[in-house]
């Protein structure tokens, strides 16, 4: 199908957004094995018949959810499940630490704010890397917390 027929399929506000998410999805968890590199996007896109910044866009939306890393121009790796993104393991580690040594008390809001910035995180990413803590069991997350939404110590 030509790019064209295709995005005339893909209408409505977000709605092509989603469809192209979806598409990318797909095809990254068929054709790819945890740890294997992604072929380029404009021959991701061609396979697809879409277009290369529709697909571009999808990556990087992957990428925020880890569901595969960007860890360099034009270097994309699968992510299995459950594994860390790359640029998540130095704040998940630092957490780790300062809840070891007392830095993070108990019932203690996590200053992701700060997180963000000490790690060059954007909110999303310390989202993400928040989740592999919650995983193992080192934070809890409380949207009526005493301190407001948070990420809590354990």
Avoid: W
Avoid at 31 to 48: C, F, K, M, N, T
Avoid at 104 to 128: C, I, K, M, N, S
């Amino acid at each position: 199908m030509a790019d064209t027929e295709r995005m005339v399929e893909l209408h409505g506000p977000g709605r092509r957004e989603a469809e192209v998410l979806r598409l990318v999805r797909e095809h990254v968890h068929a054709s790819y094995v945890p740890g294997q590199l992604l072929e380029p996007v404009a021959d991701i896109a061609r396979h697809l018949g879409l277009p290369h910044n529709a697909v571009r866009q999808a990556i990087r939306t992957l990428d925020g959810l880890g569901e595969l890393a960007i860890c360099r121009p034009r270097i994309r790796i699968v992510l299995g499940p459950g594994q860390v993104h790359p640029r998540d393991a130095p704040l998940i580690d630092a957490v780790r630490a300062r809840i070891r040594t007392g830095r993070y008390a108990r019932g203690q809001a996590l200053p992701t704010g700060l997180l963000g910035e000490e790690f060059a995180l954007r909110p999303e990413h310390v989202d993400r890397a928040c989740g592999h803590l919650l995983n193992d069991g080192a934070l809890r997350k409380d949207a009526a917390g005493p301190y407001g939404p948070a990420y809590y110590v354990l």
